[in-house]
T-cell receptor, first 114, second 115 residues
């Protein structure tokens, strides 16, 4: 079945460092890809998404490019801030599915130190 | 816009009792709601999908008689954990989606502890 694999955390960075969180997927068909962020004590929020190959999703300085050839959707940010500390989830959704169910990776905890 | 709330945010109950968790869409009509379970340091696992006015569709391995889901209105879905046991302790998260929409909006979650 469809699945998402993302790098294990925690990832600990100093403020202004470059961030990469790797995400790869396995899917039949052509899924949509998402990054969600979960701040402490809050629900998941959609960070960015891409619906087809070579699309780049971006938001709040974060970017991810849908790479069909490598089945990847790595999350990047050029300069992280303490406020970016959160758990980041990579997810996919089968656009052709009747319910558009989301399948999540295990999440990566990012801790940014001042 | 697109706010989803859950109540309670945390609940402690004794083994053998039942507990109800509410999920509300505050500013849109949610034709579809999803219930997830999140274990510590693990991903969200979809438990069931419910459409307003219809019976919920449960994922494989989820006991529908134990996790009762009701989606009686376009703004409210409830998850009732019946005869709860310590192994049911977990973080339960709902999400909601409007008619014709693609994006799901997530509630803040409910921490259930069964003693």
């Amino acid at each position: 079945g469809d699945s998402v694999t993302q790098m294990e955390g925690p990832v600990t960075l100093s403020e202004e460092a470059f961030l990469t969180i790797n995400c790869t997927y396995t899917a039949t068909g052509y899924p949509s890809l998402f990054w969600y962020v979960q701040y402490p004590g809050e629900g998941l929020q959609l960070l960015l998404k891409a619906t087809k190959a070579d699309d780049k999703g971006s938001n709040k300085g974060f970017e991810a490019t849908y790479r069909k050839e490598t089945t990847s959707f790595h999350l990047e940010k050029g300069s992280v801030q303490v406020s970016d500390s959160a758990v980041y989830f990579c997810a996919l959704s089968d656009r052709g599915g009747a319910t558009n169910k989301l399948i999540f990776g295990t999440g990566t905890l990012l801790a940014v130190q001042p | 816009g697109a706010v989803v709330s859950q109540h309670p945010s945390r609940v402690i109950c004794k083994s053998g009792t039942s507990v109800k968790i509410e999920c509300r869409s505050l500013d849109f009509q949610a034709t579809t709601m999803f219930w997830y379970r999140q274990f510590p340091k693990q991903s969200l696992m979809l438990m069931a999908t419910s459409n307003e006015g219809s019976k919920a569709t449960y994922e494989q391995g989820v006991e529908k008689d134990k996790f009762l889901i009701n989606h009686a209105s376009l703004t409210l879905s409830t998850l009732t954990v019946t005869s709860a046991h310590p192994e049911d302790s977990s973080f339960y998260i709902c999400s909601a989606r409007g008619q014709g929409a693609y994006e799901q909006y997530f509630g803040p979650g409910t921490r259930l502890t069964v003693t």
